[in-house]
């Protein structure tokens, strides 16, 4: 099973927590604000995803588990 991950862009403000936390899942663009690295992320990343976006202080990371549903930041 995969884990899907959206990242509300309007929210996110760049503190890069999920990046710095969750390097394996997260990234920063070339501005600073979270991008999920690589695209899709698989379940054994799932824990580090959780991680990543519970320590949002914005919030801006929804992560779910099941099918990929296209909802992905970038």
Known sequence: MSVHISVDRDRCTGHGRCYVLAPDVYEPDDEGYCVV???AVSA????????G????PEDA?????????GA???
Do not use: K, M
């Open 37 to 39: 690295r690589g695209g």
């Open 44 to 51: 054994e990343h799932a824990e580090a995803a959780h991680f």
């Open 53 to 56: 976006a519970d320590n949002c």
């Open 61 to 69: 990371i929804s992560v779910g588990e099941g099918p990929e549903d």
């Open 72 to 74: 992905r930041g970038s």
